[in-house]
C-alpha cells in the first residue's frame, strides 16, 4: 500500500497532461481517504476544480469530474450530508451519461447511506431498488449483497419486519456465495435488530456476537461500534443493564478513536439511556449533553429531540425546574421542526438535483453549441415536466386506491362480523326445524335443507372475506415450515369434499422446508386442492410435488386432469369474485385470490398453466423462499 502510494505521488508530481494528473489525483485519494481523509479530501477537491475550470471550462472532463465528486461525496457522507448529496447526485448523472455501470452502483450505494442517515426512507428505497436492478443485470454483481442488505435496513427503519427479513437472509445467502465477509456481518447486526424488535432476545444475541466476532476478524472499527450498539439495545431490552452499559462504553471508546461524529452521538445517547434507566442523573446528563452538542453540529434534528427528551425528564428528577422547561419546550419545538424538516430536507433534494441537472445541460450546450441541442434540451425539460405532472397524478391515483381498498376491507371486516350472529341464529333454527318435521312432509323439509345449505355457503363467504381482510392488516415474520405436515392439515379440512368425490391423490417426490406462516399456507393448500377436485376429472387425479428453483426459491405445484382454463380466463383467475373456469359449478370466486394475497405477503409469486385440452387440466404452482438453515 505505502509503495503505491509513494509511486502514484512520484508519478503526480512529473505529471504534464492534465487528464493524466486529474486521474492520478483521484486514485491517490481513494487509496489515502482511510487513513488521511482531509489530504483525500483535498486532492478531490483539486482534481474536480481541474476538471471543471481553466482549459476544461468549455469543455469538462467529464470522467474525472464524476470520479473527483464520488471522493467527495464519499468523504462528507458521515459529516455533511447535504454536500455529500450535492456531489454524489453529480457524480451519478456523469457516470449515467457515461454508461459506468460499476461506477453507477458504487455511486447509488452512497446516496442511499445519506438518505438513510438522515431518515428520509421513502427516496433510500427508491435509489436502493434501481441500484437493484443495475446489480441484477451485471455480470460480476458485486454490489448485489450491499444492495439487499440496505434495502432490509430501511424496511427495518419503515417496521416492514417481513420484508425487513426477506432481504436481509437473502443478503446473508448471496454474501456467503462470494464470501463477502462484511455483507455478511452487516445483515447478521441488521437481523440482530430485526430480532430484538420481535422480542426474541436469544436469537438477537446470537445474530449480533457473530457480527461483532466477524467485524473484529476483519479489524472495521466501524462496524464494531454499529454491532456493539445492536447488542446493547438488546441486553437492555433484556433488562441486563450491566451488560448493556458494558457494550454501549466500549461502542464509544471506539467512537471517539476513530472521530466519528455519528457514531459518538449515537453511542452517547445510548450510554445517557442506561443510565437514565439506572437512576444515575448526572452521568446520564453528561452523556446527553455531549450528544446534543454533536447533534446540533451534525444538524441531526431527531437525535436533538431525543435529547432534550431526556434531559428535560433528568432535571425534572433533579427538580431544577428551569432547565426542565427549557429542553421540554425544545423537545416540543424540534418534535414539530422534525416534519418541516423532512419535508425541507425532499425540497432540498429536489433543488440538489435540479441543480445538478442544469449544471449538466449548460455544459452539455457549450460543449456542442448548436440550435438543434438547445432546442432538444428545451424539448426535454418540457417532457419532464409533462412527465412529472403525470407521476404526480398517478402518485395521487395510487394513494386514493390505497385509501379506498383499506376503507373496503375495514368495511368488509366489520360487516363480515355484523352478520355472523344473525347466520348463526339462522342456521340454529334451520337445523331444528330439520329435525321437527315430520318425514311425510318432505317438501317443508326441502325447503329447510336448502336453507342450511344456503347458511353454510354464506358462513365459508364470511370466513373468507375475513382471512382476505386479515392477510393485508397483518404483518408476520415468516418461519420454517414443513409443507408436507400442512398439506396433510388442509386434506383433513377437506374431508366431506374427499369423500363425495373420491380423488386420487399423489404427493410426488421430496418437499423441501420453506419460510412461510403455517396458518395461512394451510388455507392456499386448503384452496389450491378443493379447486382441483372440484374442477378435475372423474375421478380426480391430483399430484403435488415440488421443486428447487435459482435464487433460493422453492416452487410448490398441483396438477389436476379436468378440461384446463381458457387463456382468455386466466387473466382475471386470481381477482376476487370472479371465476376463471366456467364449468356451471356455484362459488363465488373468493379462493383463488386468498392464494394470491397470501403468497404475495410471504414474498412469492402464483402461477397457472393450462392447455385448455380436456383431460389435460391445469397447473397451478407458487414459490416461497427455501429455508437453507
Not at 597 to 621: A, D, H, Y
Request: aromatic fraction near 6%.
Amino acid at each position: 500500500m505505502n509503495e503505491t502510494i509513494r509511486d502514484l505521488e512520484t508519478n503526480l508530481e512529473n505529471a504534464v497532461d492534465p487528464h493524466q494528473k486529474i486521474d492520478l489525483m483521484n486514485s491517490l485519494a481513494e487509496l489515502v481517504c482511510a487513513t488521511d481523509p482531509q489530504r483525500a479530501a483535498e486532492l478531490s477537491r483539486k482534481a474536480h476544480e481541474l476538471a471543471t475550470t481553466g482549459e476544461f471550462a468549455s469543455q469538462p472532463y467529464r470522467a474525472g469530474a464524476a470520479l473527483a465528486a464520488l471522493n467527495l461525496g464519499m468523504l462528507n457522507s458521515d459529516s455533511n450530508y447535504e454536500l455529500a448529496l450535492y456531489y454524489l447526485l453529480e457524480a451519478r448523472l456523469i457516470f449515467e451519461n457515461l454508461n459506468n455501470q460499476d461506477r453507477m452502483v458504487e455511486t447509488l450505494n452512497l446516496i442511499s447511506r445519506v438518505y438513510i442517515y438522515t431518515a428520509d426512507y421513502s427516496r433510500a428505497l427508491e435509489t436502493l431498488l434501481t441500484q437493484l436492478s443495475i446489480t441484477d443485470r451485471s455480470p460480476a454483481n458485486t454490489y448485489r449483497p450491499d444492495t439487499l442488505n440496505n434495502i432490509g435496513l430501511v424496511y427495518l427503519k419503515l417496521h416492514d419486519l417481513s420484508s425487513a427479513f426477506i432481504y436481509l437472509i437473502k443478503a446473508n445467502q448471496a454474501a456467503q456465495e462470494i464470501s463477502n465477509n462484511r455483507v455478511i456481518a452487516d445483515s447478521l447486526r441488521n437481523l440482530c435488530s430485526l430480532a430484538c424488535q420481535q422480542q426474541d432476545y436469544q436469537k438477537a444475541i446470537d445474530y449480533g456476537q457473530k457480527s461483532l466476532a466477524l467485524y473484529q476478524e476483519m479489524k472495521n472499527l466501524t462496524g464494531e461500534v454499529d454491532a456493539l450498539l445492536s447488542l446493547g439495545e438488546t441486553y437492555a431490552a433484556l433488562g441486563e443493564y450491566g451488560q448493556a452499559n458494558q457494550h454501549f462504553n466500549r461502542a464509544l471508546q471506539i467512537a471517539y478513536s476513530l472521530a466519528h461524529p455519528r457514531l459518538v452521538m449515537e453511542s452517547q445517547i445510548k450510554v445517557g439511556s442506561i443510565h437514565l434507566q439506572q437512576g444515575q442523573s448526572r452521568a446520564a446528563e453528561s452523556a446527553y449533553l455531549q450528544a446534543l452538542d454533536i447533534a446540533e453540529e451534525l444538524k441531526v434534528l431527531q437525535s436533538q429531540y431525543v435529547c432534550h427528551q431526556a434531559l428535560a425528564e433528568i432535571y425534572k428528577r433533579q427538580s431544577n425546574w428551569e432547565h426542565a422547561l427549557y429542553h421540554f419546550e425544545q423537545f416540543h419545538t424540534l418534535k414539530e421542526s422534525v416534519y418541516n424538516e423532512q419535508t425541507h430536507r425532499r425540497i432540498r433534494n429536489y433543488e440538489i438535483s435540479y441543480q445538478v441537472e442544469v449544471a449538466r445541460r449548460e455544459a452539455e450546450i457549450q460543449e456542442y453549441r448548436n440550435i438543434a441541442l438547445q432546442r432538444e434540451i428545451a424539448e426535454q425539460a418540457r417532457a419532464e415536466q409533462a412527465l412529472s405532472q403525470v407521476n404526480a397524478e398517478l402518485r395521487a391515483r395510487i394513494q386514493e386506491r390505497d385509501d379506498l381498498i383499506q376503507e373496503l376491507e375495514a368495511f368488509s371486516h366489520t360487516v363480515a362480523h355484523d352478520l355472523k350472529n344473525p347466520l348463526q341464529t339462522l342456521t340454529f333454527s334451520a337445523q331444528i326445524l330439520l329435525r321437527t318435521i315430520s318425514p311425510e312432509n318432505s317438501g317443508l323439509a326441502g325447503y329447510a335443507q336448502t336453507i342450511l345449505d344456503t347458511c353454510k355457503s354464506m358462513n365459508t363467504i364470511i370466513d373468507e372475506l375475513l382471512l382476505l381482510a386479515s392477510v393485508r392488516r397483518e404483518d408476520i415474520l415468516p418461519q420454517p415450515v414443513e409443507m408436507k405436515s400442512v398439506i396433510d392439515q388442509a386434506l383433513k379440512r377437506l374431508d366431506a369434499l374427499v369423500q363425495e368425490h373420491q380423488p386420487v391423490i399423489q404427493l410426488s417426490g421430496e418437499f423441501p422446508e420453506a419460510l412461510g406462516y403455517a396458518p395461512w399456507l394451510e388455507d392456499v393448500w386448503a384452496n389450491l386442492i378443493a379447486n382441483a377436485i372440484q374442477y378435475g376429472g372423474t375421478p380426480p387425479l391430483i399430484i403435488i410435488s415440488a421443486d428447487q428453483q435459482p435464487d433460493s426459491m422453492v416452487r410448490f405445484s398441483i396438477q389436476d386432469n379436468g378440461n384446463g382454463i381458457k387463456p382468455e380466463d386466466q387473466e382475471s383467475l386470481f381477482t376476487a369474485f370472479s371465476q376463471g373456469r366456467k364449468s356451471g359449478r356455484r362459488g363465488h370466486g373468493l379462493g383463488l385470490s386468498i392464494v394470491q394475497r397470501i403468497v404475495s405477503k410471504l414474498g412469492g409469486e402464483v402461477m397457472v398453466q393450462s392447455t385448455n385440452e380436456p383431460g389435460m387440466g391445469s397447473v397451478f404452482s407458487f414459490t416461497l423462499l427455501q429455508n437453507t438453515k
